[in-house]
């Protein structure tokens, strides 16, 4: 790509900048040496989720065994000390003035991964990563129990980049009884294209992808990870199920396998090759009432945070991506 090019995102329809002029190769990413932390201990005397430190935590509300029976629990699902939203509040809308507010209705957990205060999903077995999708499927289908929780969203912050601090490898899930804009707007985008083409527009993608190759990472029997046609940032990843769902907690036990083998191998790769970079990853699945719909594909986000948004992005809503979606996938296709 030696001219500017823009590309737009076959799902949301957002447009996404890429300047050759402002061009970086894949391993300008790479975290400078010096900027790595020290690798922390296995266990933190003071860390509130390190075995030994029980009396810290609330409660503790799913465990999940380590079948090696060595004397520790595998993972855990626990309240988050200092939650965005609780459950005790109503789901009520109120109005202030002229404006709309209501009270603060979710819940918000924390999953904790592994007892090892410094063992990170690439670099765990894959089953001890089978644990952890375990935890996100037992409690997403908990929470979809309950009528007032409307959005689900599972997801992992790695890093200060990525707005945590908390070493001890964990995942957070929270649900909201509302689905914000921003869901509704992908949804309302997804059932256009099937309105006019008769299929899931995340299908035809990944269809697309898996015949053209260039940007594809990894495959296995049900999962293909692949960075978008219109990444949006460097090394976004996109790790989608073969077979159509629209709602994570349909995933059977050959998927969540799968999910987690697709899993450790990617952010096994992003931390050999970009030497540990932060990041997000977020489950993106269907809201409640949308979880049988034939345009709603659930799939897992991975968003590297490698560039920081500038007054373009935030005043555009248009990012500028420094970097080719070919050459990220190139560069982490090959172990
Ligand atoms: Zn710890
Ligand atoms: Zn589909």
């Not at 960075?227 to 949006?232: G, K, L, S, W, Y």
């Amino acid at each position: 790509m030696n001219e500017s090019e823009v590309r737009q995102n076959k799902i949301t329809k957002e447009w996404v900048i890429y300047a050759p002029a402002r061009r970086k190769r894949p391993w300008d990413f790479q975290k400078p040496e010096q900027e790595r932390a020290q690798p922390p201990p296995p266990h933190d005397a003071n860390c509130p989720f390190c075995p030994g430190n029980d009396h810290m935590l609330e409660s503790i509300t799913m465990e999940i065994k380590d079948e090696n029976d060595n004397g520790l629990w595998g993972a855990r699902l626990v309240p988050n000390k200092y939650p965005a939203l609780t459950p005790s509040d109503g789901i009520n809308r109120y109005t202030k003035g002229i404006y709309l507010a209501m009270k603060g209705f979710g819940y918000h957990d924390v999953v904790l991964e592994t007892p090892y205060h410094n063992r990170q999903i690439g670099q765990m077995s894959v089953q001890e990563v089978e644990r952890i999708v375990d935890v996100y499927h037992k409690r997403y289908r908990e929470l979809m129990e309950e009528k007032a929780n409307m959005m689900i969203i599972i997801f992992r912050n790695y890093g200060r980049r990525a707005g945590t601090s908390l070493i001890h490898p964990h995942s957070q899930i929270i649900s909201t009884s509302m689905v914000p804009v921003y869901i509704r707007w992908r949804e309302e985008m997804a059932l256009r294209y099937f309105d006019e083409w008769g299929r899931c527009v995340y299908c035809e993608i990944l269809e697309y992808e898996m015949k053209d190759g260039r940007r594809i990472i990894y495959e296995n029997d049900h999962f293909v990870a692949f960075v978008p046609f219109a990444a949006e940032v460097p090394f976004e990843i996109l790790i989608m199920p073969k077979i159509h769902k629209a709602n994570f907690g349909k995933t059977s036990d050959n998927e969540k396998s799968d999910l987690a083998l697709a899993l450790k191998s990617i952010l096994e790769r992003l931390r050999k090759k970009l030497n540990d970079p932060d990041y997000n990853y977020i489950i993106n699945t269907s809201v409640r009432y949308r979880a049988e719909e034939p345009q709603l594909h659930w799939h897992l986000l991975i968003r590297p945070r490698l560039t920081t948004m500038a007054g373009f992005e935030i005043g555009s809503g248009i990012n500028i991506n420094p970097s080719i979606p070919e050459d990220d996938a190139e560069f982490l296709k090959n172990d």
